[in-house]
């Protein structure tokens, strides 16, 4: 059987999308969200590959800032395509949690 990180390999796109939501972001503090929500099985090196291909998708725009903290960071904001995507993902999850909810309460046998 699969572990939780596998199965949440198909959602953190939608969780990524519906923190970068809430304004600029960067990975670190994208990962540290991540894990205030309790996603604590997720890495920066788990997360960057993901933002990655996002931005070669159009979902996600980078700017780079100055940091006080070192060399400069890549923020991370949702593009029109981007909020499009999480609409799509949201609406995807309600159905798939609701059908899975059904099964695992025994609902509609």
Same mark, same amino acid.
């Given at each position: 059987m699969a572990d939780?990180?596998?199965?949440?390999?198909?959602?953190? @796109?939608?969780? +990524? +999308?519906?923190?970068?939501? @809430?304004?600029?972001? !960067? *990975?670190?503090?994208?990962?540290?969200?991540?894990?205030? !929500? *309790?996603?604590?099985?997720?890495?920066? *090196?788990?997360? !960057?590959p993901l933002l990655l291909r996002m931005q070669k998708e159009g979902l996600v725009s980078t700017t780079l800032r100055k940091s006080i903290a070192g060399p400069k960071r890549k923020y991370y904001s949702l593009t029109e395509k981007g909020e499009e995507e999480l609409k799509l993902f949201i609406k995807r999850w309600e159905q798939l949690s609701f059908t899975v909810n059904n099964v695992l309460n025994k609902r509609g046998m």
């Open positions: 939780t990180t596998q199965m949440l390999k198909g959602i953190l @796109d939608g969780c +990524l +999308l519906a923190i970068i939501k @809430d304004g600029e972001i !960067y *990975g670190y503090e994208l990962a540290a969200r991540l894990e205030s !929500y *309790g996603f604590n099985s997720f890495s920066e *090196g788990t997360i !960057y």
